[in-house]
């Protein structure tokens, strides 16, 4: 099936340990996202990246770090985690120059806990 | 600043129609999008409008006014799998979208 898939989808770990989502798309987008959703459901864009440009949320800490190893794929490295990373990411994905009609697609979410 | 304001939560019947607005002020304006978000899922498309009116599809229409800012959503013949969250998002003029908090919609028998 055509989508986007991250994982894990659940992910509980204790503070200051280091952890990795990973996402993948296969819609052949160029531009690929992390948002951060948290408990009052605000989207809140965290990086957007394409093969030309990493663009960052000057509010996210630089604890937090996309990796892009090719254009399908985008994780999200966090290091000395946090109990305020409690939250769910999710990552999606875009076409440039498509009319600009449709929006993102999203993956299904990774909701973290930090203990 | 850029900011989109939307009811937090509403409430309707089966069967019935439900309006949710969505205003916006934002640097630039290039699309409204809405969305639909299942508690615990991820936010699906639903509607785009670029365009002031109403675009039509099914039982969901959306309607734009550019020049008030504001947008509605308005759904149609409520079943009881409408019940979910509504996300306004905007495309700024750098083409970055700017998000609501989104309307949780709860639909009564």
């Known amino acids: 099936d055509t989508a986007v898939s991250q994982t894990p989808k659940y992910l509980v770990t204790q503070m200051g340990n280091d952890k990795s989502i990973k996402c993948e798309q296969n819609?052949?987008?160029?531009?690929m996202y992390w948002y951060k959703q948290d408990s009052k459901k605000f989207l809140k864009i965290m990086f957007s990246?394409?093969?030309?440009?990493?663009?960052i949320n000057e509010t996210v800490p630089n604890r937090f770090s996309p990796k892009s190893p090719d254009k399908a794929h985008l994780n999200l490295h966090i290091n000395s985690l946090e109990l305020g990373d409690s939250a769910v990411y999710f990552c999606?994905?875009?076409?440039?120059?498509?009319?600009?009609?449709?929006?993102?697609?999203f993956g299904s979410g990774t909701r973290l806990t930090v203990v | 600043g850029q900011n989109i304001d939307q009811p937090t939560e509403m409430t309707a019947t089966e069967g019935a129609i439900v309006q949710i607005n969505c205003t916006y002020q934002t640097s630039g304006f290039n699309g409204l999008f809405w969305y639909q978000q299942h508690a615990g899922e991820a936010p699906t498309f639903l509607s785009y409008?670029?365009l002031d009116g109403l675009e039509e599809k099914g039982r969901f229409s959306s309607f734009l006014s550019r020049s008030k800012g504001y947008s509605y959503l308005l759904l149609k013949e409520l079943q009881m799998k409408d019940s979910a969250s509504y996300l306004c998002?905007?495309?700024?003029?750098?083409?970055?979208?700017?998000w609501g908090a989104g309307t949780k919609l709860i639909i009564k028998p």
């Open positions: 409008n670029v």
């Open positions: 998002a905007v495309r700024d003029r750098d083409y970055q979208l700017i």
């Open positions: 990246y394409n093969n030309k440009e990493l663009i």
């Open positions: 999606a994905s875009s076409q440039a120059g498509q009319g600009f009609s449709y929006g993102y697609t």
């Open positions: 819609l052949g987008h160029d531009t």
